[in-house]
């Protein structure tokens, strides 16, 4: 199965990845367990002002150049031209830096997206979720999938040849059918980076507290599987469990998170990483706001792992990611018949969960299903 070379699933010398957290959301969806907000919208000019002056006093102290810079929220892309870029320009980058925006496609038009390519962003990533009116709407999507299209089109016209379409499978009421015609339509528009995501269940959330509308594990594992076929047919690698790519156009910035490189968050809840020391940010954006202005830290909390610790959460991420792990960091005992003699990967009378790559083993398209339980077996 298509699978991303690992020699491009490694983070280059100095990679230093920044989150800039927006917060703000015209309308928060049901599923949504973020940081966000679509009633404070009279707080965006003092939270810029904030996250500006943290970035200044990180790089007052030193803050590294940035291979990758991230724009998440809650909707970036509610921002104007001005305002995000004025954001980005305020953070030092390394030349060829990736620069990834998230979007709503219902936000952008063709001057917003012109400043942002003049301001330094490189990669425009799409939240369209589904392209099935009815299902958009049971996830609280207000977008149509005619919207798509257009944003798509418009952010080719400003330049933009790295695009990435997120989806999310498992909402209810949506058929086997309907996701293929989602995947379908959206291998139409030729993004070059597709992540696909299961609906999960935060707690907390409107969805948490509507049974009827919890998705179903197996519905799920079987639209995951589809997923996987058809673009990896259609000649996107997998290289995450949840992300497929053109070749050479996987994330550099997930590829931080996924490898354990070092990265600072800005914003109200973003988190930051350096040599296991994690650290984050209070959560609630007036919280924030106000400690900037008053001159302290917006730190919340911090841990740090140890080296026992480091090492096993590698593996477990690694193992997520088609470089995998070494055939060694896991105990496969009572997992079937070896394979070539050395490797055991299935659950008897399953299909195989791994398969050998020289002395690693990488997850199949199955045993991606069960990632989780098979992490647990890392030793």
């Known amino acids: 199965m298509p699978r991303a070379e690992p020699s ?11 989150y800039v957290h927006i917060p703000f959301c015209t309308r928060r969806c049901d599923y949504c ?3 966000t907000w679509d009633d404070r919208a009279d707080r965006i000019g003092p939270y810029l002002d904030a996250v500006e002056a943290e970035i200044a006093g990180a790089v007052a102290d030193g803050l590294p150049p940035a291979t990758s810079v991230f724009f998440g ?4 892309s509610l921002l104007n031209g001005e305002d995000l870029t004025r954001l980005l320009a305020a953070i030092p980058r390394a030349a060829g830096a990736e620069v990834t925006v998230e979007c709503n496609p219902e936000t952008l038009d063709a001057n917003k997206l012109a400043a942002y390519r003049a301001g330094g962003v490189t990669r425009i990533s799409l939240g369209v979720q589904s392209m099935v009116p009815s299902v958009l709407a049971a ?10 299209q257009r944003s798509v089109a418009l952010a080719r016209a400003a330049d933009f040849g790295n695009i990435n379409i997120d989806l999310i499978y498992g909402a209810a009421g949506e058929s086997l059918a309907a996701w293929r015609h989602t995947i379908d339509e959206v291998l139409k528009l030729e993004p070059s980076h597709i992540s696909a995501y299961a609906l999960t269940v935060e707690p907390g959330t409107p969805l948490a507290a509507d049974r009827g509308r919890h998705p179903d594990d197996d519905d799920q594992a079987d639209k995951y599987l589809l997923a996987a076929e058809v673009l990896e047919a ?25 490898l354990q490189g070092a990265y600072r968050g800005f914003g109200c809840a973003a988190h930051s990483h350096l040599a296991g020391r994690r650290w984050w940010n209070v959560h609630h954006v007036d919280r924030y706001i106000a400690a900037l202005q ?3 830290s917006p730190e919340a909390g911090h841990e740090q792992l140890g080296p026992d610790e480091r ?31 050395r490797v ?12 050998p790559v020289g002395g690693r083993v990488v997850l199949t398209r199955h045993g991606r299903l069960l990632a989780n339980e098979i992490a647990l077996r890392l030793r």
């Open 8 to 18: 491009r699933l490694e983070l280059p010398p100095g990679a230093f990845g920044v």
């Open 33 to 35: 367990a973020f940081a």
């Open 73 to 76: 929220g809650g909707t970036p």
């Open 139 to 148: 996830l609280g999507r207000v977008h149509e999938p005619t919207v798509v």
């Open 234 to 258: 259609a000649g996107y690698e997998w290289y995450e469990v949840s992300n497929w790519a053109r070749p050479g156009y996987e994330c550099q910035h997930n590829l931080l998170y996924w």
């Open 294 to 296: 008053a001159g302290r």
């Open 311 to 341: 090492r096993i959460e590698a593996l477990q991420l690694e193992l997520r990611t088609a470089r995998g792990v070494p055939a060694d960091a896991l105990d496969l005992s009572g997992l079937g018949d070896p394979l070539e003699g």
């Open 344 to 355: 055991p990967c299935a659950l008897p009378g399953t299909r195989a969960l791994l398969e």
